[in-house]
């Protein structure tokens, strides 16, 4: 008796759910195509102003100030290219990849070593640098221009590639994801190497630090796109034009220096040029930095 | 944290671990230290001596003036008083006007890319993304272009029978622009008359300039990308379970965002606010790069300003002063903040359904969320000890 009554009522109870699905489903493709309609106009508005600087480093100066948001060029010119390699522009270029590369490579060696450290050896006063380096962490960095200038100035680093890299190599921020990630590790790996005698050093290297490749990539993402853009550190640490990074040399470029007037053309493909390797690096690791968190979506 | 390692293992190799513990920390010790803590003390000498940059600010010409360096800025009227007021005023309206675009179109950005149907979701990631690895100097060459007078912006609003304003040489404030144009001129009395740090409430009440809308517009096209993957992360953790319930209740899409996900998405707002709070009172590579603080100083910030004073103008008293003022501010601001949030975060059943937002626990898989370039020292402050201590 109950039973027949349960199955009589189940599926009415289905079939009065499936009709509200359908009537959602119905909705929801309607104010799908407007949300594709709002996200594509968006999404332009976002790329628009790079394809806007890519076609216009092919144009002519007069071209580029009449018709600024034609993505075809008049007559497709690279005198702009040209130009910008004539100019200091391969040194600006040379400096960025040095200190790029210096500062990239530096702090993944050195901010895993820490927090390999912090997180795995005992040591008198590791709460106390633990607590310095929260500390170091909260100054924001506009702030330490000047300090950073005066000790720069102060050992003699000034207008060195010692002074525009060394100092960039401090980044607490990187050791706290190493840290982070080392901790996630069971130390029971390292047990076996323990017993076998292999030294502290030998267990990082050999054992521990291949498992942080996730960890590792990570640092060497924000290192590499910090160090390539970063300007304001450049600024306070060279002066002579043979150190200009392409941060800087650009921040020349843009407020008139090289060209008088405004030779858009010349400006756009400096911009432009130095976004190609951020962007590369952005589409190797595309999948790392966008979809990071997807393994949490059950779909 | 702590506790849980400091569990005593067999002995034997603690000599040897202390040893390599400060040998593997060095490094990053030496180099803090030489380049974070020094600097700070250094400039706090700076800050309250009349060093003029020749010769180290050590040497015995150099004297100490107390608190005469803060006293110009703050309390004595004079040139520099009403250029810093000048320029806590622009950054002022560039922090009230960025943070609730940014965060409000990230979040925007984040549900409409997060919906399931949605084909082509890593397509549009990457457009709203892609701004915010960019170079800040590339983006402001960029922008400098397309805002020109005759430049793209404004031949698209004169299709739309729109005269765009000369963005980067009009001085006016866009509130005094919009009273002008209803016939108010002059300032009431009461306005003109008095005034705080140099210049009067009518100025600042100017709004900000074309330029610095510029500025303002350029902030929320590079950062909100950023926030937009926070958001997502923090919408894939909690999607599910609760939606689900959401619309077996027969809620509609609006009801469910607004009563179940906003709410569930409140760390993870204040987070953003946290990092908006502290990135964009830190403006400087812009401007440096596009205005140099003009047009008539509108542009001017506390960062760039402080830059200037020392570099340019040799005032290296006046400039560490400022930086310390603008850090002051900054962790004014973000405590302020912290208490506002302390007070309504009270979620304490359904907390079990989201981990907050990107950090500590899923540090190393997220490496979006340190990528806020200016910010990146306070997100990860957030994510530290409390948290794991919590845990």
Known sequence: MTASELQHTVPEVRSAKNRRFDKLARRSRYSGILVYIALGILALVYIYPFLISIANSFKLDPDAAANPISLI???FSTEALQRLFEADFPTWFKNSA???VVVTSGRVFFNSLAGYALSRLRFPGRGLVFALLIAVMSVPSVVLLIPKF?????????DTYAGMTIPLLADAAGIFIMKNFF??????VEEAAR??????????????LPMARPALVTIFILSFQGSWNEMSHMIISTQSPELFTLTKGVAQLASGALSAGTQYPIKLAAATIMTIPVAVLFFIFQKKIMNSSDGAVKE | MMKRLKKPKEGGAHGHEAVAGWLFISPMVIILGLFLVIPVLMAAWVSVSDWTGRGSPFASTVNFVGTDNYAKLLTEPGLAQSDFGMSIKNNSYYVLLVIPIQTALSLFLAVMVNRRVLKGRGFFRTAFYF???TSSVAITVIFLFLFSTTGAVNKALHAIGVNGPQWFSDPKGILHMALGNMGIDTPPAALAGHGFLGNSWWQWLSGPSPAMCVFIIMAVFTTSGTFMLLFISALQNLQGEVEEAGIMDGASGWQRFWHITLPMLKPTTFTVLTLGLIGTWQVFDQIYVGTKGNPSKTTLTPAYLSYSSSFQNNQWGRGAAIAFILFAIIVAMTILQRIVLRDRKTLPKRKRFYRDGPPSAVVPATPTSPLVPTASGAQMDD?????????
């Not at chain 1, 901790?183 to 029971?188: G, M, Q, V």
């Not at chain 1, 017993?195 to 521990?208: C, E, M, P, Q, T």
């Not at chain 2, 994510?383 to 845990?391: A, F, L, Y």
Request: proline fraction near 9%; hydrophobic fraction near 40%; charge should be negative.
């Open chain 1, 195 to 208: 017993i076998d005698g292999a030294g502290v050093f030998r267990r990082f290297w050999s054992v521990v």
């Open chain 2, 383 to 391: 994510s530290t000890p409390g948290e794991g201590d919590q845990r």
């Open chain 1, 73 to 75: 060029p008049q007559t």
């Open chain 2, 131 to 133: 701004p915010s690895v």
């Open chain 1, 183 to 188: 901790e996630s590790i069971p130390a029971s």
């Open chain 1, 98 to 100: 040095i200190v790029t």
């Open chain 1, 150 to 158: 005066l000790v720069i100035n102060e050992l003699g680093m000034y």
